[in-house]
C-alpha cells in the first residue's frame, strides 16, 4: 500500500485561503425550461424567426398585383349593374334616355298598386319553393340509387347530365313539342289510354301550364342536385355505413340514421342553389308559354324583360328587380342559416 499524502504547513495555508475567497453564484435556472444562459440565446432565435417570416414589400405588392384583376372584373361585373339598376329605379328611366328625371319611390309605389306584378312575385316564390322541393327529393334518390348500383353508375351518371347542358331554348322547345295537343307524347299517351278521347291542351289550361313549366324546369336542373349529391355520397366514410350494417342498420333505416345526416349540408346546399336558380328562370316561360294563359305563368323575370324590353320603361324594370332581390333574400335567409348550422354540425 502506498503512503498517504504528507500534510505541510504550506498546503494547511492553501486550504484555509480557498476556503474564503467568495464563489461566484449560479446562474438562475428558469423552472419552465430548465435553462440559464440558453434563455436569452432562445429570446435572440424568436426575433430572428419572426424578422425572417414577415412578408417583404415586394411579395405584398406581387399579390396584389395579381389578385386585382379580380377584384376589379367583380366590381365591374357586380359593382356598375347594382349601381346602374339602383340608380333607374329611382329615376325616370326609358331604354333610350336612363336617368332623365329624380322621382324617388314613386315607380315602387306603381309596381306595389300594380296587381300582376305583386302576383307574379307570389307566384315567383310558389314556383320556386315547389320546383326546388321536387328537384332535391328526385335528385337525392336518384344519387342514392346510382350510388348503390355501381355497375351501371358511369354511363347513367353521364346520361343524366344532358339535359344539365342542353341549352334552355332547347329543353323549351322540347317540351313544348311534348305538350302539343296534336302529335305531341302527352296527346299521344292519352290517346292510347282513353281511345276516342278528347284533346287535351296542356299549356292552354292555367294550372297545368304553370306545372309544365315547371315539369320542364325540374327535368332541366335535377341532374345539378344529382351531381352534387352524388359527390357527397362518395366522399363520406364506408367504415361507419359497414359499422351501421353489422348493428342490424339496413335499407331505409340506414339511410335516414347514417346516410341522410351525413350529407344533409349538402343537400341544404344543393336546395340553396336549386332555390335560387328557379327564381331566375325565363327562357322557359318565353318559349313555352309567353307568360299565358293569361298572367298564369307570368314570372318575375318574364315582367321584367317585358318592362323593359316591350315597354321600355327602364326604371319600372329596375323596381321589380330591387323588389324580386328582396323577396330572394327573405325566401333564402333561413336556408342559408339552416345550411350554415348543417355545415357546422
Not at 406581387?62 to 384583376?69: E, K
Not at 336518384?142 to 353521364?158: E, H, Q
Not at 299517351?189 to 278528347?198: C, E, H, S, T, Y
Not at 341532374?223 to 361507419?240: M, R, T
Request: glycine fraction near 8%; avoid cysteine.
Amino acid at each position: 500500500m502506498g503512503r498517504p499524502p504528507r500534510v505541510t504547513a504550506s498546503t494547511t495555508r492553501d486550504a484555509a485561503a480557498s476556503s474564503k475567497r467568495p464563489h461566484p453564484s449560479p446562474e438562475p435556472v428558469d423552472p419552465s425550461t430548465g435553462s440559464g444562459n440558453d434563455q436569452p440565446r432562445q429570446e435572440r432565435g424568436a426575433r430572428t424567426d419572426r424578422k425572417a417570416t414577415r412578408p417583404r414589400p415586394r411579395t405584398t405588392w406581387t399579390r396584389r398585383v395579381f389578385v386585382a384583376p379580380a377584384v376589379l372584373s367583380l366590381v365591374v361585373l357586380g359593382g356598375y349593374p347594382l349601381v346602374f339598376i339602383a340608380l333607374a329605379a329611382f329615376t325616370e328611366s326609358s331604354l333610350g334616355r336612363p336617368f332623365q328625371e329624380f322621382v324617388g319611390a314613386a315607380t315602387f309605389e306603381s309596381v306595389l298598386a300594380d296587381g300582376d306584378a305583386t302576383a307574379s312575385l307570389l307566384r315567383g316564390v310558389v314556383y320556386a319553393l315547389l320546383v326546388a322541393v321536387v328537384s332535391v327529393a328526385l335528385g337525392v334518390a336518384t344519387a342514392v340509387a346510382l350510388w348503390r348500383s355501381v355497375r351501371a353508375g358511369a354511363v347513367v351518371r353521364t346520361l343524366l347530365l344532358l339535359p344539365m347542358i342542353t341549352p334552355p331554348v332547347v329543353v323549351g322547345v322540347l317540351w313544348k313539342l311534348v305538350f302539343t295537343p296534336s302529335g305531341g307524347l302527352v296527346d299521344t299517351v292519352l290517346g292510347a289510354v282513353i281511345p276516342g278521347g278528347a284533346t287535351f291542351s296542356v299549356l292552354s289550361h292555367p294550372v297545368f301550364a304553370f306545372l309544365g313549366v315547371a315539369l320542364a324546369d325540374v327535368w332541366e336542373w335535377t341532374p345539378l342536385i344529382v351531381l352534387l349529391v352524388f359527390a357527397a355520397l362518395i366522399g363520406q366514410d364506408a367504415a361507419i355505413t359497414e359499422a351501421a350494417s353489422l348493428d342490424g342498420a339496413h335499407g331505409f333505416r340506414l339511410f335516414r340514421s347514417i346516410t341522410l345526416p351525413a350529407i344533409a349540408g349538402t343537400v341544404a346546399a344543393a336546395f340553396l342553389i336549386r332555390l335560387v336558380l328557379a327564381f331566375k328562370v325565363f327562357d322557359l316561360v318565353y318559349v313555352m308559354t309567353s307568360g299565358g294563359p293569361g298572367q298564369a305563368t307570368t314570372l318575375p323575370a318574364y315582367v321584367i324583360w317585358q318592362a323593359a324590353l316591350q315597354q321600355f320603361d327602364v326604371g319600372r324594370a329596375a323596381a321589380v328587380t330591387l323588389l324580386l332581390a328582396v323577396v330572394v333574400t327573405l325566401v333564402t335567409l333561413p336556408v342559408v342559416a339552416v345550411t350554415r348550422r348543417l355545415h357546422n354540425d
